[in-house]
């Protein structure tokens, strides 16, 4: 069975983290976030294509280097295509019923449930569907007995017709193909899926966790749901005898933390804490902080430095960059000047 990933966006909302990466291997729980998906497809799923736009030669070489056990093959989009153009610019390598999965999402979807629900009811297309607290800001469904009667994309806050919304994980019969137009941007979520409503398009809800993880808010909401599904440890090789640890947390060995970590702390290699508040944050490889420095609600890129006595709070700190003695950043983003 094949799958399409589709991983072309600018990851504009993760920059700048993603000036000298694309979004796909961004890491997470420090790996790739693209392999976070590649690891729950079942072995069935055999055949992968990798839509990107931005950094493609990156994303390609990455694939070349890294073994997974099924044939993995990154397709280029020229221009941006949009998540339906996207889809239909790797239309001529499709063969059967395929899946397509957004690449910056995370979650416990039983993939051969949803394709037993897909054989059955016979649609031209189905999505896998997860209940928020706010749709608001997702693809939300009208549904009856199985079938999307209506899908509306980001509707006005009050006005969703359900909770509803669309996981960014789909199964498609090639016959969708046919409803995407061809050399132009396309949207799923605002043409192809409000077109096949009604008749063709059925949603299969599912429990257990979902997250998109492409903004910081929830990047670190999908952090904490990995940590809390297997994805914490701490190596016994780190040396974090002068530090206070609330689980859960991720520390590889080539760590060195002392002061109070956790919890939804996440260590890249090499990350040295001292005597530092670390908490509901990630660190990428090389970062520091340093003593009665403090970090909460943030990601601190690879190789930064937070001064001594300084706070981050809800921040995304650049590859490389050193927040001064003393300083205080909240809400922000990029290589300025800290205030």
Not at 248 to 255: D, G, N, Q, R
Request: glycine share 10%.
């Amino acid at each position: 069975m094949q799958a399409v990933i589709i991983a072309g966006g600018l990851g504009t909302r993760l920059r700048p983290l993603t000036f000298k990466r694309p979004k796909a291997l961004v890491p997470l729980l420090n790996r790739p976030q693209v392999l976070h998906i590649l690891d729950r497809l079942p072995k069935e799923v055999d055949e992968v294509f990798v839509a990107v736009n931005y950094m493609y030669d990156r994303v390609r070489q990455f694939f070349r280097e890294t073994d997974l056990g099924r044939s993995v093959e990154v397709i280029e989009e020229k221009e941006p295509l949009g998540t339906a153009g996207a889809v239909k610019n790797v239309g001529s390598r499709l063969d059967g019923t395929f899946a397509v999965y957004n690449g910056d999402v995370v979650d416990s979807l039983d993939f051969s449930a949803l394709l037993a629900f897909h054989r059955k009811r016979r649609g031209l297309a189905t999505i896998a569907l997860f209940e928020v607290e706010d749709p608001s800001p997702f693809g939300v469904v009208e549904m009856d007995d199985g079938r999307v009667n209506r899908f509306v994309e980001k509707p006005t806050k009050g006005e969703a017709p359900s909770r509803l919304v669309s996981a960014g994980r789909y199964l498609f019969e090639p016959e969708v193909l046919d409803r995407i137009p061809a050399a132009r941007a396309v949207s799923m979520e605002r043409e192809v899926f409000p077109a096949l409503a009604g008749k063709d398009l059925f949603g299969f809800p599912f429990t257990g966790y979902w997250s998109d993880a492409g903004t910081l808010e929830s990047y670190l909401r999908a952090a904490s749901i990995l940590l809390a599904h297997g994805g914490a440890g701490v190596d016994p090789a780190a040396d974090t005898s002068r530090a206070s640890i609330e689980p859960p947390v991720l520390i590889p060995e080539s760590c060195s933390v002392a002061g109070r970590v956790g919890p939804n702390v996440v260590f890249g290699g090499g990350c040295r804490i001292e005597d530092a508040v670390v908490d509901n944050s990630t660190l990428f490889d090389r970062a520091q902080v340093e003593s009665r420095a403090s970090v909460t609600d943030s990601i601190i890129g690879a190789g930064s430095v937070i001064g001594r006595g300084a706070t981050v709070e809800a921040s995304i700190i650049a590859d490389g960059e050193r927040v001064g003695e003393g300083k205080r950043v909240l809400g922000y983003q990029g290589q300025r000047s800290a205030a």
